[in-house]
C-alpha cells in the first residue's frame, strides 16, 4: 500500500458560520468516515487543525498570518491514507464529509525516502 496525504480545504463563508449543532454533525460524520476507513485498512491517521498558523514564502520568508490559499478558503484538517493507486486514494476520498459542504480535498501521494 501507498501513502497519501489528504488535504481539507473549508469554504470559510460556510464553516466559519456553523452552529455549534452543526459542528458536531460535521465531527459525527468525518467520526463515521474514518470508522469506515479503518475497518477498509485504508486510515493511517489525521487530525484537525487550528484555524491560526503561519505562511512563509519565498526567498525572502515573507511572513503572513493564516494558512490560507485564498481568503476564502482555510485549511482545516488532514487525513494519512493508505492506497494502492493515486485513483484509488482519489475514490476513498471522495467520500469525506468535507466536500458536502462545499469544501475540497487535495490528494497527494507521500514519496518513501530512507531515513
Known sequence: MKEYLVLIRENLDNYGKMTPQEMQDDIAKHVKWVEKLVQNGNFKGGNPLT???????????????????????????????????????????????????GGSVEIREIIQTEQ
Do not use: M
Not at 74 to 89: C, Q
Open 51 to 101: 484555524p491560526a498558523g503561519k505562511h512563509l514564502k519565498g526567498n525572502d520568508k515573507i511572513l503572513t498570518d493564516g494558512p490560507y490559499i485564498e481568503a476564502k478558503e482555510g485549511v482545516s484538517g488532514f487525513y494519512f491514507l493508505l492506497a494502492t493507486s493515486l485513483e484509488e486514494a482519489t475514490q476513498i476520498a471522495k467520500g469525506c464529509p468535507s466536500l458536502n459542504t
